[in-house]
């Protein structure tokens, strides 16, 4: 998985401002990295547009579902049973790739290069449980390693498991506590468990480690907002434009930031208003010192 520019230039991700792009969504174009890009057949989707089509997927499987049940209720009756049992993941057009993967990595299990490439390829292709598999067997058997853990952090994600998304994201602060995207990674997990205390706790140590992020502010806000916090909401917002002086023109983050600044009563000026340019580079929002 290349990540935080690992021989690769050029755009970075919608998401993640430090990760390289590797690809771009076939389905709205914006450019996602490894731990975002997901596929829906052989085509790379990001992470909304391949949530989006999983639910319809859901959705038609539902109605096939409850179609052949019908069916099958009518002709057994009420002492009917249907018997159903778990079906391989179906690699498409990747079978024989993984099936040689699993092959070379069965020949040598602790072949890190081997093993990296078959835990990532079956990531992409959400199977999300198989990638867990084979990369806990190889954890197990070969020794800790972080570098795989960034695919298994983002597997229990995917999947909703937020304890041990949770703990993997700890494994990868202890490993490295100087990265910043590591507690927003955990924060991002505890956000999704509803642990708000925790996921702001996260966020701000990102931003600690990071004041430049371009995408923990906005998690920061919107956690601080669900908390009932708006003015601290606010204040991670105009904190973020005061970093990034060429978002003042952007509507949405101004009307978002007076919605905040109205909703919370928050004390001091009012967000439009306009102040020295050296002070805030020109923005019509109030410095932290005027809050």
Not at 103 to 128: G, I, Q, S
Not at 135 to 160: E, F, I, M, Q, V
Not at 169 to 183: G, H, K, S, V, W
Request: aromatic share 8%.
């Amino acid at each position: 998985m290349a990540y935080r520019g690992e021989g690769q230039s050029g755009a970075s991700c919608h998401r993640h401002a430090s990760a390289p792009a590797v690809a771009s969504c076939a389905t709205c174009a914006s450019p996602v990295c490894e731990p975002c890009l997901a596929y829906v057949g052989t085509e790379p989707r990001c992470p909304t547009c391949a949530a989006r089509g999983r639910r319809a997927r859901r959705a038609r499987q539902a109605l096939l579902v409850g179609g052949a049940l019908a069916v099958v209720g009518a002709v057994v009756g009420t002492a009917g049973w249907v018997v159903t049992r778990d079906k391989p993941f179906d690699y498409g057009v990747r079978k024989a790739e993984v099936r040689a993967l699993d092959d070379a990595v069965d020949a040598k299990p602790c072949d890190r290069d081997a093993v990296f490439k078959l835990v990532n390829l079956t990531f992409r292709l959400n199977d999300y449980k198989g990638s867990l598999r084979r990369a806990n067997a190889h954890l197990a058997a070969c020794g800790d390693w972080p570098r795989l853990r960034w695919l298994t952090y983002s597997a229990y994600h995917h999947l909703g498991r937020w304890d041990e998304a949770i703990a993997e994201a700890t494994r990868l602060i202890e490993n490295a506590p100087r990265d910043q995207d590591f507690y927003w990674w955990r924060g991002q997990s505890k956000h999704k468990k509803r642990d708000l205390d925790g996921a702001i706790a996260d966020f701000r140590k990102a931003l600690e480690l990071m004041p430049s992020a371009n995408y923990i502010p906005f998690d920061l806000a919107s956690a601080l907002e669900e908390k009932g916090q708006r003015c601290e909401a606010r204040d991670a917002l105009v904190a973020y434009v005061v970093t990034h002086p060429k978002t003042r023109d952007n509507d949405w983050l101004v009307q978002r930031i007076g919605r905040l600044h109205a909703e919370g009563a928050c004390p001091g000026p009012a967000p439009d208003i306009v102040f020295d340019d050296d002070e805030a580079g020109g923005i019509g929002l109030p410095t932290p010192a005027a809050r």
